[in-house]
């Protein structure tokens, strides 16, 4: 997945770029999101659901704000149904207790002969309903 700067994302949103997908911080894994309209330059920790710029040092230090703008955020993706996933012509992957993958992406028709040879039709029927399906997103 493409990694930003909180600076990056920063920009970006002010610029009316709507991201899908939430955020997590590769140093400490908190998580943010974006913003609804019209507060797309916003970012806000899902845990607390405060604004990133509220963990900062009380005197508003220029350290503090220069680590915050260069932390960097690694895209999350959100997982979509089965059929999204099959009809999106991308490579796609899926987490479920049957089957792992440990996050490799596969073209469609590979991956549904190796479900096939693998699990009961059982199992094939779990993990197309209840799995968590990924599309690989486009590099930039």
Same mark, same amino acid.
């Given at each position: 997945m493409k990694k930003y700067r909180t600076i990056d994302l920063l920009y970006e949103g002010y610029n009316? !770029?709507?991201f899908k997908n939430n955020f997590k911080?590769?140093?400490t894994g908190e998580i943010i999101e974006q913003g609804k309209y019209p507060r797309l330059?916003?970012?806000y920790f899902i845990e607390t659901g405060k604004n990133i710029f509220e963990n900062i040092d009380g005197n508003f230090k220029t350290d503090s704000?220069?680590?915050l703008l260069n932390q960097e955020w690694e895209e999350m993706p959100q997982p979509v149904s089965f059929i999204e996933a099959i009809e999106s012509c991308k490579p796609i992957r899926v987490e479920h207790e049957y089957f792992c993958m440990h996050g490799n992406y596969e073209d469609t028709d590979h991956l549904l002969m190796k479900i096939g040879s693998i699990l009961t039709p059982y199992?094939? !029927?779990k993990v197309?309903?209840?799995? !968590?399906w990924y599309i690989k997103e486009d590099e930039e």
């Open positions: 009316g !770029k709507t911080n590769i140093k330059e916003c970012f704000l220069r680590q199992q094939i !029927k197309t309903r209840d799995g !968590k």
